[in-house]
């Protein structure tokens, strides 16, 4: 298994820009999710899904959007990219509830907006 | 999900045990107890959990106190690899949205 792979490793974007940030996982995981790591801080929740065609929000879901047509992939867009979202992203999936399983996480985006 | 406090850095000599502490004096019955660590310039990775009781794997031990307020997750031996930040989470069942906070940094001195 592959695990968790996120697509590209690297970016800078401009202020306006919009780009989508590739995840997908091979483990047939139910639940997957995205977070930022702003540097020196913690993990923030975006966006979370518990299955293909279900999204929610986390705790800093403005400016972004998810969707999720398949089990495998979990597409983070950027819809017009400003600097405040210059961060580290994390894709992570889990098998199911998060209370009984563990989440696996990808090894990240790093995005810099200019 | 309970707010957890951990201390923000720690250091530990190499081969040693580490005892990382974390209060969640606010915890519900139906919390459970998640610790996972990231290494530098890479992802988490998960640790242990539990509920109630203590727990044992590979990777370390978790000590769960009777009134659940705190716990402790024990590296038994520390390696330079165990360098490391690491979060205590206390997260609520059925609860799809796990929120991370600052968590300890770990230093391993050889």
Known sequence: NAGVTQTPKFQVL???QSMTLQCAQDMNHEYMSW???DPGMGLRLIHYSVGAGITDQGE???GYNVSRSTTEDFPLRLLSAAPSQTSVYFC???LRDLSSYEQ???PGTRLTVT | DAKTTQPNSMESNEEEPVHLPCNHSTISGTDYIHWYRQL???GPEYVIHGLTSNVNNRMASLAIAEDR???T???HRATLRDAAVYYCISHSYNNNDMRFGAGTRLTVKP
């Open chain 1, 104 to 106: 696996y996480f990808g």
């Open chain 1, 35 to 37: 977070y930022r790591q």
């Open chain 2, 69 to 71: 307020k705190s716990s």
């Open chain 1, 14 to 16: 401009k202020t306006g």
């Open chain 2, 40 to 42: 530098p310039s890479q």
């Open chain 1, 60 to 62: 800093v879901p403005n």
């Open chain 1, 92 to 94: 992570a999936s889990s």
């Open chain 2, 73 to 75: 997750l024990i590296l």
